[in-house]
């Protein structure tokens, strides 16, 4: 059960800043001559400021599409344009506008990539850049558009571990073929054939598994591909026919082959549909059924972990499944080996619309392969204290409006709010990453048992691909040597566009990659500052008393603190977040979101957007008062955008989720923990009674409709 919860998901440095000022002001009284170079400074960093906020200010404004109420649709309102006027970049995913942060950092990592060897030789890592810098150079250097996916090195991987019937023709023999054991050869490069693994961020850091998504751009499910006319089967095949016709055959042969992995698809795709893909209904049927476990699971282990024990927490995923689908692949071996096959050199496919986007091809494949090399050298280029105590006071502003509510909040009774309050009292917020010298020391040394292959990009390819992997399953590979203390590596990485709470150790962690546009600006007024990186924080604390966070205690161990009363409350109030996204209709898809699935989140979101107004009420009472009251409105608005303080909070949120969804991206995101960008910026703002003040929306409205608003905190 705690396997299942964790798979679902997921210091006010003033004696420095003080110290740092009162030197200031010891030289300019020493030397009375440097004041009009110290003014003229200052004058140039706020003419500086003045002009990037105009020119960010006209980006927010060309995202809006003003044509739409704000109280009819404050998605349309705040992010209607933004698909319109957004940079062109390389992505297979959908975009979005803090997702493209990871742009930001992209072009930031090269410079420093290309030009900071002094920077890793004064650390000791000059051979481990230097390996970065040659796979880089590399990729730069290389053919990858169109995709050569019939390269001679991806052909003799592929048969090293299964084979690929529509190439070798009779060579292939059905009677040696395992798609069980090929399914876990893949999971060794990352490609989730038959096996959708993935590792827990706890300790011993075992793989957990999750029903597997067929189809290759395009999700599969039994409807979207019920005839040869809909998008999902066009694209699919669209795909398929490419890597076929890179082979030579033929186009019957081409048609044949892919006619088998439809086939194969569909039936597959029946054995979910007897359980809605709900993994708790699955393991009814094992029972129901008083199915034995499935024997090949070992094979996995052997395969993927070296057979590597992890003991009682090795884990299965739905025992029916894998028998139902074992007798489906018995049925289609032909059509399950070129499937895995196909999905093999689909992980490796470059995915380049053209040559243009190779170079953000090639840095993302850098980023994602050798992270803490770069994710060392940028923090210590780029992350300014300044900019950390910043983060450090808006957090605890944030702590401070999430104790009034929950001291306020009178549905809790009394032992139940003590505790609430100490858990409160106990987070540990961690800005940037987590320093542990020594661990990201041997991590990056990792790198050196990378080699460069000359002249074979391929090969270079499939070695970023199996070291990635490695490296994301370091701790369970070495969780003997570990301490069950260790921390999941994802808190060591500055460099990522995230932001998370950790329930094992009660911390939320805001790290340092994510602190760009539109997340965070040091020249940002305040109101823009509390919707944005305001709003995420208050997210992640939320998340400490959702209805997971809420099963631990404020040292992390699993405890119910809850009274029987105030746990039924708290359930009915949650439930009123199920029914409301269950109401969310995605017309691209035909599907409603799922309120269940995506509870938490919701419950986060609209925590984190309360809790973020009413620390920043909090803070201009603050500041007007220390100024008595001189303090100018004009300070929390944005030059040439005709908002109030508190509406350019809202817009500041909302534009966090503008996006550009293609169908296909729909699927992707259908089955995901997170509501989809729109209905989570909408389900927020319906529930939070500030918006509507702010904006004036009328009762009944669309974004203020008149039923009651749902709200745990």
């Not at 006010?12 to 020493?30: E, H, P, Q």
């Not at 850049?129 to 590399?138: D, G, H, S």
């Not at 409301?580 to 938490?600: A, V």
Request: aromatic fraction near 12%; proline fraction near 4%.
């Amino acid at each position: 059960m705690i396997g299942k919860m964790f798979a679902i998901k997921r210091s006010l440095n003033v004696i420095c800043g003080a110290l740092m000022f009162s030197a200031l002001l010891t030289i300019c009284k020493a030397k009375p001559a440097m004041e009009p170079e110290v003014r003229q400074s200052e004058n140039t960093i706020a003419d500086d400021n003045t002009e990037f906020l105009k020119s960010y200010a006209a980006k927010m404004s060309s995202y809006m599409n003003l044509t739409v109420s704000p109280c009819d649709d404050f998605y349309e309102y705040a992010c209607g344009n933004w698909k319109l006027v957004k940079p062109e970049r390389q992505s297979k995913h959908k975009r979005s506008n803090h997702h493209d942060i990871l742009y930001t950092l992209i072009d930031k990592t090269e410079e420093l990539l290309l030009s900071n060897s002094t920077m890793a030789s004064d650390l000791g890592y000059a051979n481990e850049l230097r390996i970065a810098q040659q796979f880089y150079n590399a990729c730069l250097s290389a053919d990858l558009y169109p995709m050569p996916a019939a390269d001679p090195a991806y052909l003799a991987l592929i048969r090293s571990i299964g084979g690929f019937p529509a190439v070798d023709g009779d060579a292939w023999q059905a009677s040696n073929f395992s798609w069980f054991n090929m399914s876990s050869h893949l999971t060794n490069y990352g490609a989730h054939g038959l096996i959708n693994e993935d590792v827990m961020q706890q300790y011993p850091f075992f793989p957990y598994f999750k029903l597997p998504e067929l189809g290759f751009d395009y999700i599969v499910h039994s409807d979207n591909i019920a005839t040869d006319d809909t998008k999902g089967y066009k694209m699919n095949e669209k795909r398929m026919r490419e890597y076929l016709k890179t082979y030579g055959l033929s186009d019957e042969k081409v048609a044949d082959v892919i006619a088998g992995v439809f086939a194969f698809w569909r039936e597959v795709l029946q054995i979910g549909d007897r359980f809605d893909e709900n993994s708790d209904k699955c393991d009814a049927l094992t029972h129901s059924e008083k199915l034995e476990p499935f024997p090949l699971w070992k094979n996995y282990y052997d395969i993927a972990w070296g057979d590597l024990n992890f003991g009682e927490q090795s884990y299965r995923f739905c025992d029916f499944y894998y028998h139902e689908l074992d007798k489906v692949c018995g049925k289609h071996k032909p059509a399950v080996a070129n499937y895995l096959a196909m999905k093999l050199i689909y992980l490796m496919d470059f995915k380049l619309k053209s040559t243009k986007f190779q170079r953000d091809f090639c840095m993302l494949s850098i980023h994602k392969s050798m992270p803490y090399i770069l994710s060392k050298l940028y923090v210590l280029k780029h992350f300014a204290d300044k900019t950390k105590t910043e983060i450090e006071n808006i957090i605890v502003e944030l702590r401070k409006s999430l104790v009034l509510l929950l001291e306020n909040d009178n549905w809790l009774d009394e032992d139940t709010r003590k505790e609430a309050l100490l858990k409160e009292a106990s987070i540990k917020p961690r800005i940037g990453a987590l320093k542990d010298d020594n661990f990201t020391d041997i991590l990056i040394r990792e790198m050196n048992n990378l080699t460069l292959v000359p002249g074979s990009y391929a090969t270079n390819n499939i070695n970023l691909r199996k070291f990635s992997t490695y490296m994301y399953r370091f701790n369970g590979f070495h969780h003997k040597e570990l301490s069950n203390e260790t921390s999941p590596l994802r808190l060591l990485l500055g460099i990522q566009v995230n932001a998370f709470y950790y329930v094992l150790d009660n911390s939320i962690n805001v790290m340092e990659g994510i602190l760009h546009p539109p997340i965070y600006h040091d020249a940002w007024p305040n109101s823009l500052k509390f919707g944005t990186i305001g709003f995420i924080v208050g997210h992640e604390l939320t998340h400490g008393f959702d209805s997971v966070g809420s099963m631990f205690d404020g040292t992390g161990d699993m405890r119910n603190w809850w009274s029987l009363k105030s746990g039924d409350v708290f359930k009915n109030r949650a439930k009123c977040y199920v029914n409301h996204f269950n109401n969310y209709l995605i017309p691209e898809i035909n599907r409603k979101i799922d309120g269940s699935q995506t509870k938490n989140e919701n419950i986060a979101d609209s925590g984190g957007l309360r809790e973020a107004m009413n620390a920043y009420r909090s803070h201009m009472k603050q500041l007007i008062r220390e100024s008595n009251s001189s303090y100018e409105l004009k300070n929390e608005q944005m030059p040439g955008l005709d908002l109030s303080p508190e509406q350019l909070f809202y817009v500041g949120f909302a534009q966090l989720f503008c996006a550009d969804y293609k169908e296909e991206h729909y699927w992707d995101e259908w089955t995901d923990h997170h509501t989809m960008d729109k209905y989570r910026v909408l389900g927020a703002i319906t529930n939070d009674e500030n918006f509507a003040q702010s904006y004036n929306c009328p009762s009944g409205s669309p974004m203020n409709p008149s039923s009651s608003k749902c709200r745990i905190w």
